[in-house]
Antibody, heavy 119, light 110 residues
């Protein structure tokens, strides 16, 4: 079965760092793009960026450039989304999703990782 | 970059048809056949319903269809069923090499 499994919910304080993960299985991890999508409480979906594990090609939304880092470890078929200094406004559900091409549809989604940032 | 424009809400009775629009520009929706539609039920991850303007993935009922004209894409659901009640989002590839999502449309089945 093709699936993306994300790491569990996180509760952090402002200023802390965080790295959440998205493990792909049932397909060739290096042959598909992995995107990250934010959904703030009660709000819509926002595209954060996309990464191609085959050659580490990365693109960010202007809204998230410099705020987060997207990466992957091909050896364990896992993509990451990380913050160096969290803010309360980073509180949201984060989804990873797979696409065949940089512009094509997201056919497989992870279950989501809830990140709560609160003092 | 502004989000693609979707109606905030639409509604219909069981058995009826509804259409959700997704309006962008020639730099996104109008410029590429990379428009896709997602269904999201409360507390769940989004699910792909239509890819590349009109391609329906295996397992998605043929009641769901997609189209595009100029800078506006559309999702049509015919024979509306209670389980279709959900939020629907469009997304498009953009000329800057990224993606834009629509603001989302809440579908209510009366």
């Amino acid at each position: 079965e093709v699936q993306l499994v994300q790491s569990g919910a996180e509760v952090k304080k402002p200023g802390e760092s965080l790295k959440i993960s998205c493990e792909g299985s049932g397909y060739s991890f290096t042959s598909y793009w992995i995107a990250w999508v934010r959904q703030m409480p009660g709000k819509g979906l926002e595209w954060m960026g996309i990464f191609y594990p085959g050659n580490s090609n990365t693109r960010y939304s202007p809204s998230f450039q410099g705020q987060v880092t997207i990466s992957a470890d091909k050896s364990i078929s896992t993509a990451y989304l990380q913050w160096s200094s969290l803010k309360a406004s980073d509180t949201a559900m984060y989804y990873c999703a797979r696409s065949t091409y940089v512009g094509s549809a997201f056919d497989i989604w992870g279950q989501g990782t809830m990140v709560t940032v609160s003092s | 970059q502004s989000a693609l424009t979707q109606p905030a809400s639409v509604s219909g009775s069981p058995g009826q048809s509804i259409t959700i629009s997704c309006t962008g520009t020639s730099s996104d929706v109008g410029g590429y056949n990379y428009v896709s539609w997602y269904q999201q039920h409360p507390g769940k991850a989004p699910k792909l319903m239509i890819g590349e303007v009109s391609n329906r993935p295996s397992g998605v009922p043929d009641r769901f269809s997609g189209s595009k004209s100029g800078n506006t894409a559309s999702l049509t659901i015919s024979g509306l069923q209670a389980e279709d009640e959900a939020d629907y989002y469009c997304t498009s590839y953009t000329s800057s090499g990224g993606r834009l999502f629509g603001g989302g449309t809440k579908l209510t089945v009366l």
